[in-house]
């Protein structure tokens, strides 16, 4: 049981990586992103590919599964995105599935339809045994990982003067503009760094899925909207703990009672807004 | 003011009342068109009934979005249901056709009515979410219940007789048309009437500014409920008859690239209106065909490049153009849509 | 002694750490003419919210004739007889005036739900609607999309909406706000053509305005109820004096 809790969190810790750029920008911006699953798509084909076809070691990609979509992130926010930023939701919804529905036949096209399989290197394998529970090496690496990464951004978020205008950008951005805080930049650097979180979550997660294929975008955009539907908008804690919730009720639900599967965050998600319409964690004006 | 003066701004105020009540020639000739193409083409029968279904479809959404202002990511569940509930009910064997499309339309609309409270609470996204939330809900019920639902596999079943004697199964393609043709016309007369009432005037209202609205005694509330659960009975309608004309129905009715399709066709002919959906339809239609015919496998790509371009360009729809023609149906259908 | 047409008691309102509404007492009686008075950012529009529903109280009651409506939501204290302009016009742009006031008008008679109808078939509402249109000189753009009116006749329109609900109580929320000098005599004499057995609350920044309309005044600073009496007694009142002397050394 213990097992399965881990696998949950480890789960739920790569939602968080995954998620926590569209909770940005969601919380941010207010900018329903619903193409941010094609980053993550970028970021694990970039691992698998730098593996597989280049012989890249599995941790020197990670890297570039981070910069590479932060760069294309930085790039399509800078020509096309902006231009959304005031746009009614409909017309966010509209062009985000716009670009998603562009970007898998590309994929489709350029790496072809087979799923693309990341290798782990052999230290990642395999399972350890700690006082008679067992439990998976690489799942102690993501949960490692992505807690590092929780922390970083907490801090980043917290203690750098950047985090400092990001916060006050987000509470309000025409006051913060009006103390010279350049939003437009800090809105650039935080969809970058969204983007790119996303693409280091497609990385890590590719293993767990069971490879990277064209239709990543689709299938895992619910998640993604759940946990932050769920978690509320209000930064890294929220996103947070949405991301551990439904990561493990999501395995150990498939686990304990497989009839129901996807079923339960779903309905997790329903009950949720029913409660608290604007999430777990949501800021005090209930936006 | 003279009594000349009142009595032309009583007439004045009477013209500008009543001028959406009757249907202008371009409708008319709208649906006499259609109707020909169905008579004349008998061969291109089975297209023009899936352009039918699917306009009825389209038609459901604008209910919601283009008079209420309800985006929503999970209107294709209740096609789903309808489709299911009418398969269901013929394959149990009660197989008329008319049945099974009034069942398909009160099963859509129960769900509906339950879902629809949870529309009234909370921002944007969260009702973008609980409409898509609801609707994958479903689809993994019907995927679970594998007993009724024939799970992956679907579901074998034959429509009766329409009016016991009509085919209108794979064999009676220009039957199906035209039954769909009626259901479609009787129930898009029914939403145009509902348009011009106080009703749909309200809804305009609440669409348009909701705290005004309710400034003004309406309970906003229960008005969206209301419309909300007629568009979930259409969109049910709309999915008995797919069922019933192509005798197939299967678990990606209820997937998330449905609602976005229905969405793409309502956007491109125009979301207020209540023709938007139907041409939109048709549009897709032909559009998806002929670029299928062309690229097969990327055909998507161009549907996104299209909708990308449409957005950036500020949404300027085919619509636009025909709307001149057949004039303004819905009150306050503004020339840019929605929200 | 009758009612009063409205009353709030111990009306109080925070967000968070920010007191916006502080206990908060005063009435208003039958047919009255009182105004609301205070400078910028002393909760004039929080109040008016709290008032009609828009916002809930932490705490207080709010009375309309007698009835406690507390815990109603904002339209059913319409329906009750209770209703506001706001500060900036809230209309619906592509609806007509004839349309707004129309559909104004079928819910309060009960008839906005009717699905069947088509607007505008009933003789009655529709006199009631040109009625309206000519008593605050819309009828010139009767047919027009409330976006293409004037500033001035689009103030007026959110005065006639209002209106249009026969309510017991009007508050106005700075009708006169961002109008023109040339259709600010429009504004002046609708007001005071408002019906007799109405009970109006005017909040305005212009003291002509507020002097020659209301028979009462309040002060309402930073959340509170300052002083409140007769127009002369509240041009008199140092302390009123010492609120709009210190804003307008600052602004």
Redesign the interface.
């Known amino acids: 049981m213990l097992t399965i809790l881990l696998d949950g969190v480890a789960y739920g810790m790569l939602l968080f990586v995954l998620a926590s750029g569209l909770s940005v920008t969601?919380g941010l911006m207010n900018f329903?992103n619903l193409a941010h699953g094609a980053f993550a798509m970028v970021g694990g084909y970039v691992t698998a590919l730098m593996m597989n076809r280049a012989g890249v070691p599995f941790l020197l990609t990670l890297p570039a599964a981070f910069l590479i979509p932060a760069i294309l992130g930085a790039a399509l926010e800078r020509t096309?995105y902006r231009?959304?930023y005031g746009?009614?939701?409909?017309?966010q919804?509209?062009?985000t599935?716009?670009?998603?529905?562009?970007?898998?036949?590309?994929a489709?096209?350029l790496i072809g339809d087979e799923p693309q399989q990341v290798h782990l290197p052999q230290w990642l394998s395999g399972r350890i045994d700690f006082h008679g529970v067992g439990i998976g090496v690489y799942r102690l690496f993501i949960i490692l990982v992505c807690g590092i990464i929780a922390l970083l951004l907490q801090t980043f978020l917290v203690r750098t003067r950047f985090g400092a205008q990001l916060r006050a950008a987000v509470d309000d951005a025409r006051v913060a503009q009006g103390l010279g805080v350049d939003v437009d930049r800090i809105f650039a650097i935080a969809f970058a760094i969204g983007s790119g979180l996303a693409g280091l979550g497609g990385a890590l997660a590719a293993d767990v899925v069971g490879g990277i294929d064209p239709s990543f975008p689709?299938k895992f955009?619910?998640t993604f909207?759940?946990v932050?539907?769920v978690g509320g908008s209000n930064g890294i804690l929220g996103a947070l703990f949405g991301s551990l919730l439904l990561g493990t009720l999501d395995v150990a639900g498939k686990y304990y009672v497989p009839?129901?599967?996807?079923?339960i965050i779903?309905?997790v998600?329903?009950v949720t807004?029913?409660v608290r319409?604007?999430?777990l964690f949501a800021r005090?004006d209930?936006? | 003011m003279s009594a000349a003066d009142a009595s032309a701004t009583t007439g004045r105020l009477a013209a500008h009342l009543h001028r959406r009540a009757r249907w202008r020639w371009g409708e008319i000739v709208f649906w006499l068109a259609v109707l020909a193409a169905i008579v004349a083409l008998p061969a291109r029968a089975g297209i023009i009934n899936e352009v039918i279904i699917a306009g009825l479809f389209a038609l459901s959404l604008d209910l919601i979005l283009g008079f209420a202002g309800i985006v929503s990511l999970g209107h294709a569940a209740f096609f789903g249901l309808g489709a299911y509930a009418a398969a269901i009910l013929a394959s149990q064997g009660l197989a008329d056709p008319t049945l099974g499309l009034v069942f398909g339309a009160a099963v859509a609309a129960i769900v509906g009515l339950v879902t629809a409270p949870l529309l009234l609470r909370g921002a944007d996204l969260t009702r973008l979410m609980v409409t898509l939330g609801v609707s994958l809900m479903l689809g993994e019920v019907a995927n679970r219940n594998a007993w009724i639902t024939g799970g992956a596999d679907g579901l074998n079943f034959s429509p009766g007789r329409l009016l016991g004697f009509f085919p209108i199964g794979f064999t009676g393609q220009r039957n199906a048309a035209l039954y769909s043709f009626a259901v479609l016309f009787i129930l898009f007369a029914i939403a145009r009437r509902l348009a011009q009432s106080p009703f749909g005037l309200a809804l305009a209202a609440i669409r348009e500014n909701r705290l005004r609205a309710g400034a003004l005694g309406i309970a906003t509330s229960r008005r969206i409920v209301a419309i909300y659960t007629l568009a979930a009975a259409y969109a049910g309608a709309a999915g008995a008859l797919l069922a019933e004309t192509t005798q197939i129905v299967s678990l990606d009715l209820f997937d998330f690239h449905r609602s976005a399709d229905v969405m793409l066709m309502l956007i491109i002919g125009g979301a207020g209106w209540l023709y938007g959906g139907l041409i939109g339809a048709a549009a897709f239609i032909v559009l998806r065909d002929v670029i299928s015919a062309a690229t097969p496998e990327y055909w998507e790509f161009w549907i996104g490049l299209a909708l990308v371009i449409l957005v950036l360009s500020g949404r300027e729809r085919i619509g636009e153009r025909l709307r001149r023609l057949v004039a303004q149906i819905t009150p306050g259908a503004a020339r840019r849509g929605v929200a | 002694m009758s009612a009063p047409a409205l009353e709030a008691r111990g009306l109080s309102r925070n967000f968070g750490a920010l007191i916006a509404t502080d206990d908060v007492s005063f009435s208003i009686d039958p047919g009255a003419r009182q105004a609301l008075i205070g400078p910028n950012g002393a909760g004039k529009t929080t109040l008016i919210n709290l008032l009609t529903g828009v916002i809930r109280p932490t705490a207080g009651q709010v009375l309309l004739e007698g009835h406690d409506v507390t815990h109603l939501p904002s339209h059913a204290r319409v329906r009750r007889g209770l209703t506001r302009t706001f500060q900036i016009n809230q209309l619906f742009p592509d609806l007509t005036p004839a349309e707004s006031l129309g559909l104004a008008i079928s819910e309060r008679n009960g008839s906005g739900g009717d699905f069947w109808r088509v607007a505008g078939g009933r003789p009655a509402i529709v006199a009631e609607i040109e009625d309206l249109l000519q008593r605050f000189g819309l009828d010139g753009d009767l047919d027009q999309p409330t976006r293409k009116l004037a500033y001035g006749k689009q103030r007026l329109l959110e005065i006639a909406l209002a209106l249009a609900a026969r309510p017991r109580v009007l508050l106005l929320d700075e009708p006169a706000a961002g109008v023109p000098e040339e259709e600010r005599r429009d504004i002046l004499a609708a007001l005071a053509a408002l019906p007799s057995d109405v009970a109006i609350l005017l909040i305005e920044h212009d003291m002509d305005l507020v002097f020659n309309f209301a028979s009462r005044i309040s002060v309402l600073v930073a959340g509170r109820l300052l002083t409140e009496g007769a127009p002369e007694a509240i041009a008199a009142d140092e302390r009123v004096r010492a609120v709009y002397l210190g804003e307008d050394a600052h602004g």
């Open positions: 969601l329903i096309l231009r959304l746009a009614t939701p409909l017309d919804v509209l062009f599935i716009g670009l998603v529905l562009m970007a898998m036949p590309i489709a096209y689709v955009l619910v909207l759940i932050v539907t009839s129901i599967g996807a079923f779903y309905a998600m329903v807004l029913i319409p604007q999430g005090g209930g936006r």
